[in-house]
Structure formats: structure tokens, C-alpha cells
């Protein structure tokens, strides 16, 4: 799955632009990447929404055990791949029928964050149990809302086109030929929100999350890591 979106709709993140910086290398446009994307693969789907976003994806050599699908509901699209261990309880929860998937129940999840502000948004994700990660976009307020799951068994990676666009994905090799160093995984365990303004670990939200320059041995260009979080001792 691939979605790419301008600098109007997120900010490239600084550790990525500074990886790229330090070590230039051949890098292609948010609309090469998606072409390439379409190229590779002759199942693929994409769409295009405004000016700004692009999503692509495709079911050709999907896990059996983490399937990808999309959906679109009240001008929310909803790429997402894995599965979710709580699915049942969630659907109803959500007042879902059973015929519901992964991804619908993440576009209803996501409602249900965005209608009760200030409704933490690592409730949102802390509560799905699985395997999984997902790109939601919200057209109606141009958020984008990004997550993956806490042991990282769904790879996504992001990095920065030529043009300037954020672009996630689960294949490392196709943003390593259009972002060159500008790339990272995404840290498991985590979310970013254009709406909360940066990336954070859903299960210790208030643990500061930094970016280690990758050696250049490694396609990456910044490796993001969760903090523990300080120990204070008494001294007696």
C-alpha cells in the first residue's frame, strides 16, 4: 500500500529532511513514486484525492495472515493491513454488524476520536490488539492519522519525495529508489497525527520520541526510537 501527501496536508518531518541532506541521493516525485508503484504491480488501485493526496494499493503477494484492504466512508479513506486479534468485541463496541472488517472498524474508530475532542487519540489506537498497520486520511479536515502496531509484525515506512511529499508505504524498496536517504520505518508501537502535530508511542504517550542518525551502511536515513522515560532515585 502507498500513500503520498503534500507538504500542504503534513510537514516533512526535520529528521528526515536532515538525513537527506547529509547524504544526497537520486530521488523521484510523489507522482514517479505512484506511477512506479502501479507500474510494479498490475492489480493495483489508486486514486487520486484533490491536489494533495494519492493512495495506492494492491492484494498481488499479500500475506494470507495480514491482508490489505481500503475503504472510504463520510470522506475518511482507510488504507490498512494485518488483522486484529479483538476485531468481534470492537464491532461491537462500535455498533458494527459482523459482516464489518478491519478496516471499516478503523474509519468508525477514527470518527469516534475526531467527534469526541479532546479525545485522547492514543485511546484510540491503544485499544486494537493485533497485528496491523493503517493510513487513515480525513478529507473533510485534511487530517492524516498514521499507526502501527506495538510489535512492528506489519513493516510501514515513510519517507520525503523529490517534490517535497510524505509518502508511507509497506515496501522498503520502493521508497529507498524515490526518497533515498529521507527514509525511516515507522516506529511500532506508535501514531502520527497532522491534528496532534507529531509522532508518538500510543502506550506511553508522554515519552519523548527521538531520531538517531543511521550509519551509512543502512538504506535509512534516521532510525526513530521511544525513550524510556527517566528514573528518579531518592538519595536516603
Known sequence: ML?????????????????????????????????RFIGNN??????????????????????????????????????????????????????LSKSANEVVLVIEAYKALRDRAPYPAN???????????FVVFDKSTSTLFVATDQHGKVPLYWGITADGCVAFANDADLLKGACGKSLASFPQGC???TAVGELRCYENPKNKITAVPATEEEIWGAKFMVESPAIITATP
Open 191 to 193: 501514531f502520527f497525527s
Open 3 to 35: 500513500g503520498v501527501f503534500s507538504s500542504s496536508i503534513v510537514s516533512p518531518p526535520e529528521e528526515l529532511v536532515a538525513a537527506g541532506s547529509r547524504t544526497p541521493s537520486p530521488k523521484i516525485s510523489s507522482k514517479a513514486l505512484v506511477n
Open 123 to 133: 485511546h484510540m489506537v491503544g485499544h486494537l490488539i493485533g497485528n496491523f498497520a
Open 42 to 95: 498490475a492489480s493495483a488501485v489508486s486514486m487520486q484525492i484533490g491536489d494533495d493526496v494519492q493512495l495506492a494499493y494492491t492484494h498481488h503477494n499479500e500475506s494470507i495472515t495480514h491482508p490489505r484492504s481500503f475503504a472510504v466512508k463520510d470522506e475518511i479513506f482507510c488504507l490498512f493491513e494485518g488483522a486484529l486479534d479483538n476485531l468481534g468485541s470492537l464491532k461491537q463496541q462500535y455498533g
